[in-house]
């Protein structure tokens, strides 16, 4: 590796790519972009969340000289605990995102005012050999920024999560003014957002939103309940703005949406100039059709206030027939499937239910291919290297970039976990680092793994069997019957002569007085015994007492 | 209920209504419309697949007088083996309709040449008191029908699955003016599909998909593998075409895909004029610029021909670099995250994926909204009955059906299990019915219940424990310290500590001596102590051995 080197190294497993956490290593100086989490897929049973792998910086962490955030959504925060407990480099971020890790940090008791440090959008510091400029981004959470890094290579420019809304909900477009200054410096690489590369044309306004609540709101004869993201403020001021319009009062509902508004309005975020916010219990006691009830809940999550709404278990308040439920979300991916079981049961409950297509009532915070194509033209690098995406969008990123005349041989599409080498001529892919996911369970942190997931994937379809039994240690014979147990394998009661056979089996082996292995010798005849007569294969766990 | 009622009963638990089985009842008379399975939800652990509760025909299979098979697909033939052996009467469908359930019940030694009675669009039969006239519908698979049911109360008319194709791959429109002579006649009822009726507009014609294989197809150097359902026919016979147009011969992979060709070439509904097809070995020994295969995993299923080529796992064929994939498909609901993941682990093995919204090589065989008001406009129905959505699409059906004038009291929302009660002059929706979804697992059909569910869904997060222990049947202590197993819990390697202290904690309790419920109050103490010790909550139990 010469000196002038940058390395970029994006970390985590299978998949978005750098969305969670980058590095940016320059000689012994290591600058972090984000801290975040990711949510486990389906098949990664029990798992709470995910943590990219830090293996990498274990040796290194005193040459971390900062953690860029570029803005407050979990993925790009929600690991900042996991990081600041070991590293004491200071962490940058836009009021807003400081804001939110702020209470993460005071929640793992990481919390000291030195460590935080806040930047606007248009700042510019020095971090090690790093200059950085943040840039106002559009996306779904106020105050998101991309970078402008001027490393000792060339400046590289990093999109953060980002699209080119013309009229976002806070009138504060994507600085292209700056971008525009980037283009004229030269730009030796961009780092840009992948998340909707493969979906077609520009991701719709914000603005459109405004319309599809006027509509609903106005077809609702009784309560309004608008279910979102806690960190979508925007959409709290749209659901206000559309209130007020509309003669309606707004509760909101939840811890987090209610701890999130607060920080929002504190830091100016979000404004409600006529007093349309009302605590949720006077809320309760207002006309129903002059209420506005705004919730977490919009990925159908079973702890979540509409999640509890959808099956009637919540505390305060109920579902009533006529209420009319928007859903101002998209699914994430994965979610589909709870999302429109959510949907039925609301439904079943004699409410109305509206959600994108039946009226644009969300866009995504994303850009599409036009806006990722007019990105490339405007910042002109030099190498282009699509993030933030799962390896199939970063593919039509990349073919993207070379509808918009970055050769093919410029564009870097990596893994999780591969260096990238960057030098003033050259942009090369580099050795794969050891790492992938940490899962974290409870308050394990990486101490499951892929025999414990097998192991609950075996379970969640089959279940276990236990055989317990006692055998004289002298004569090798069993004293009792042996006593079968299961859990999650068949129905027990129906199940008796299932049972009463498996125990003959057992006992017919144990006849054989073969000492050896008998354990294992027992637990693949059963293995085999219950796969020819039901065709299931649970675990099975043989235990010998010996007497 | 007066004399001249008929009764509608769709059967199935909260899924898509009537898609599976649905019931006409007239008096001592029972006309069964299909007899599908339905596939398992993610969390319905470790089922295979799921058909109705046929528990209210128990004890009138007697009067049942045919069932009628609307078209070939699972989720209207897959349960014909679990009706079959209970009812005698014969079952309707179009040649390939009945190709297809041949083969199923031939497979499960139920088949009867006698059984299955083939009609043709066109025909009309009498069916006990009902005459049922089938009439052509395009769907996703050749020789759908929907039915023309003349009844003692009045014509009902129940559309299939279908959508309004005016340019399919076999040229073969719906029977616009079938549809339109039962509205000259007067249709009392329209039951009709609203698989896609909260997505608007019309649904794409499959024409567009040739222009995408020939787009896909022309930039391919390699090989083009093309992966689409089994039943797909009018998509191989696409495939066909497109190889035929870009000089490439197609061979076809997998057991399912090459039967339902036979069967389709050999009842005329797939052509091969030009010998393009050829067989798999040969294909393998042809320049890779000229080959297609095609085959089934557009699901992303692990044992589908394309799940193995994913994981590198299948036997005859590797992916190779410079491969291009084509996923004719949609991934059905609930799949989104397994086709994704597919998508990206074919991309790490160097080919190229190509997708609906990449290019337009897959559209749905379902009407949208324009469509569904069209139907309703050209049927006039008095009254109407959205049916195989789930509730949220047939609440969008219901508000399209308003739009085009058929008055809200006229249109009747019901689940499965509800009995609708149709006269000359009304539509009531009267009781319902017990019942719900039956299980399939292995071998066992209905063993499977929510108990078993919740066990695999508890062991699925978090796995179980087991704690083996031999007491003395006189002093009531331990005689060895207990032995504890685990599965799915934690990482046992790294868990000494843990388990340990979980020893000590059950010796305590045991030293207390209290005999009543030793191990219901150890089975508690112990998932108290991991919950704190953890935050996971696995299944717990405990054996105590008395000697």
Same sequence: chains 1, 2.
């Avoid at 690489?189 to 914000?206: F, K």
Wanted: with cysteine; hydrophobic share 40%.
């Amino acid at each position: 590796m010469s000196k002038k080197t940058l390395r970029i190294i994006p970390l985590g497993g299978l998949g978005e790519v750098g969305k969670n956490m980058m590095l940016f290593e320059y000689g012994k100086n290591i600058l972090v972009i984000d801290s975040g989490l990711m949510f486990p897929e389906n098949h990664m049973w029990g798992v709470d969340y995910i943590i990219p792998d830090m293996t990498y910086l274990e040796d290194k962490f005193d040459r971390v000289r900062g953690i860029v955030i570029t803005h407050g959504h979990e993925d790009h925060t929600g690991a900042i605990r996991h990081i600041a407990d070991k590293i004491d480099a200071p962490i940058y971020g836009t009021p807003l995102t400081c804001g939110l890790i702020e209470a993460k940090l005071r929640a793992a008791k990481l919390y000291d005012v030195d460590r935080i440090i806040e930047i606007n959008a248009g700042d510019s510091i020095n971090i090690g050999p790093f200059e950085v400029e943040f840039f106002h981004v559009c996306h779904s959470i106020p105050d998101a920024v991309g970078l402008g890094i001027t490393t000792p290579v060339g400046l590289v420019v990093h999109s953060g999560d980002f699209k080119l809304d013309q009229t976002p909900t806070d009138d504060w477009p994507t600085d292209f003014t700056k971008i525009g200054d980037f283009a004229g410096r030269g730009v030796l690489a961009l780092l840009s957002d992948s998340t909707n590369a493969d979906q077609p044309g520009w991701t719709s306004s914000e603005a459109i939103i405004d319309g599809a609540f006027d509509e609903a709101f106005r077809a609702a004869n009784g309560r309004v309940l608008v279910a979102t993201f806690a960190s979508l403020i925007s959409r709290v001021q749209q659901v206000i703005n559309a209130s007020y319009r509309n003669g309606r009062r707004v509760a909101l509902v939840g811890t987090s949406m209610v701890v999130n508004s607060k920080l929002a309005i504190k830091l100016g975020y979000l404004q409600d100039p006529h007093d349309v916010l009302l605590p949720l219990d006077q809320a309760l006691g207002l006309p129903n059709s002059k209420v506005t009830l705004m919730m977490t809940g919009s990925q159908g999550e079973p702890s979540s206030i509409l999640g509890r709404l959808s099956v009637g278990r919540n505390r305060q308040f109920d579902l009533e027939e006529g209420d009319t439920v928007i859903l101002s979300a998209h699914p994430i991916p994965g979610n589909e499937e709870v999302v429109s079981r959510t949907i039925n049961k609301i439904i079943q409950r004699g409410a109305k239910v509206i959600y994108d297509p039946l009226l644009p009532v969300h866009v995504s915070g994303h850009a599409k291919s036009e806006e990722q194509k007019q990105l490339i033209r405007m910042v002109k690098p030099k190498f282009f290297i699509p993030v933030h995406g799962e390896l199939r969008m970063l593919h039509a990123h990349a073919d993207l970039a070379h509808q918009v005349g970055v050769p093919a041989d410029n564009v870097a599409v990596i893994e999780n976990g591969t260096i990238l080498e960057l030098t003033t001529e050259s942009l090369t892919i580099g050795d794969r680092i050891p790492g992938g996911y940490v899962y974290v369970d409870g308050t394990g942190v990486g101490d499951i793994g892929p025999q414990v997931l097998r192991e609950r994937d075996r379970l969640a379809s089959d279940g276990f069997v236990i055989v317990n039994m006692m055998i004289d240690v002298e004569t090798r014979e069993l004293l009792d019957e042996p006593v079968i147990t299961s859990r999650g394998f068949v129905y027990v009661r129906d199940s008796e002569q299932l049972f009463l056979r498996a125990q003959e089996k057992v006992a017919s082996i144990v006849k054989d007085r073969h000492n050896d292995g008998i354990v294992s010798r027992l637990e693949k005849s059963l293995s085999k015994f219950f796969y020819n007569e039901i065709r299931r294969r649970p675990i099975i766990c043989v235990l010998v007492n010996e007497v």
